[in-house]
């Protein structure tokens, strides 16, 4: 599905982004049929071979497929010149600098409102684009720390632990290319775009969801529960015969089950186990009865057997394993693209379905300018024009 269509495909979408959170957003426009055009630096002013690790390596061609890719020299006169030439035609702009960056060059929300009343810019920033941390520079594991994340992650004692991914960048991202689409409904209504902004710090925060309420609302604060569920018992991590799986058994109707499974009369009688605030408070003992029984099977046979008694429950894969999984191949969580000199590989899929469309598939990463010429034509740009551009370096 190499073809430019899909719900998205009436915008264009301007893109500064580097590294990880810009992209992640950007991503979500590139992926559902926009025309993304993805702006960098022409090699002899910028020779970095990407932002955010090799752009031949998996994760820069994973997270900028779908685009067109074209170099224009932003700190130039003339080559901001020709990005407020786009500007005009485009509907969106998204950028990730230090929020004093694009005052500086003059690419703030009010200098593109001038141009084009009708562009949304969508910012995103490691704090906020004000306030007294504004100009710090942000990066995803200080978002954890002080998004509390960090303090929550981990064993019982063990120390802050950052999370595996990261989910302060991708949120982020994901946050922005909401706020994008729902200034773009808005406008449809209005013909005036808006500012979006968000941040690493503000979306690990709403990320931490019923953790925060907890605080919020009672002034619990919660700690490192490993890989306990912090308040429904029993939830975890259970050693089997081969390996580990993960079983929640929370609610009285599941623990009964969960019981007649693992052929333990005893835990159903206990008094000590009669209730979910009776096992979380003895949570050890719940945990170590359970773990008891499932050592002696492995984890595919308690897997058949608890899914068939209606108990949640599935294996703890490594990622290779993830995507040899029967249903991963169902729903699609990769596909292939084929790029003009690393070949065919396959790039991460997307978590969303949609009736009527399907996302973008089968175009990788561009390779930096491979269409400058080509967007610039398409927005009015003549070819003496262009070239005198390039022989001045500023394309």
């Avoid at 301007?14 to 992209?23: A, K, Q």
């Avoid at 130039?76 to 005009?88: C, H, I, Q, W």
């Avoid at 035609?89 to 009708?118: C, H, M, T, W």
């Avoid at 978590?351 to 269409?371: D, E, L, N």
Wanted: a negative charge.
């Amino acid at each position: 599905m190499t073809e430019r269509t899909g719900p998205l495909s009436r915008f264009t979408v301007l893109d500064l982004t580097r590294v990880r959170s810009g992209p992640t957003a950007v991503r979500q426009f590139a992926d559902w049929g926009a025309d993304v055009i993805k702006i960098e630096a022409p090699e002899k002013i910028d020779p970095s071979k990407g932002m955010g690790g090799s752009r031949d390596g998996p994760d820069f061609q994973n997270i900028h497929r779908n685009k067109r890719g074209i170099t224009l020299n932003m700190k130039d006169p003339d080559g901001l010149a020709v990005f407020k030439r786009l500007v005009e035609k485009a509907d969106v702009v998204v950028e990730n600098f230090r929020p004093d960056v694009k005052n500086r060059l003059g690419i703030d929300y009010q200098s593109l409102k001038a141009i084009n009343p009708g562009i949304v810019l969508a910012s995103i920033s490691g704090f906020g684009q004000d306030g007294p941390y504004a100009n710090r520079p942000g990066f995803d594991q200080i978002a954890q720390g002080m998004g509390g994340l960090m303090s929550i992650t981990g064993l019982p004692g063990q120390g802050p632990v950052r999370a595996g991914i990261p989910i302060a960048d991708l949120t982020a991202g994901l946050y922005a290319a909401l706020g994008t689409l729902m200034a773009l409904l808005e406008r449809e209504k209005t013909g005036h775009g808006q500012w979006v902004q968000s941040s690493l710090l503000s979306s690990q925060i709403a990320m931490l969801d019923f953790q925060a309420a907890r605080w919020l609302m009672k002034g619990e604060v919660a700690s490192q529960a490993g890989n306990n569920h912090p308040t429904s018992i029993p939830t975890g991590v259970f050693k089997t015969a081969d390996g580990h799986i993960n079983i929640a058994a929370a609610g009285d109707i599941i623990w009964e089950r969960l019981c007649k499974v693992l052929d333990v009369p005893d835990m159903a009688e206990n008094p000590d186990f009669a209730s979910g605030a009776d096992r979380s408070e003895n949570r050890d003992a719940v945990n170590a009865g359970i773990e008891k029984r499932t050592v002696g099977k492995t984890s595919a046979e308690w897997i058949d057997l608890l899914n068939e008694a209606g108990i949640p429950c599935g294996p703890i894969y490594f990622i290779d394993q993830v995507f040899d999984d029967e249903q991963v191949k169902h729903i699609g969580m990769k596909h292939l693209v084929e790029h003009p000199e690393l070949g065919k590989f396959n790039v991460l899929g997307q978590a969303i379905t949609m009736s009527r469309h399907k996302p973008r598939t089968g175009v990788a990463t561009p390779m930096r300018g491979q269409h400058t010429d080509e967007v610039l034509t398409e927005f009015g740009f003549g070819a003496e024009e262009i070239a005198d551009l390039r022989n001045r370096e500023v394309i």
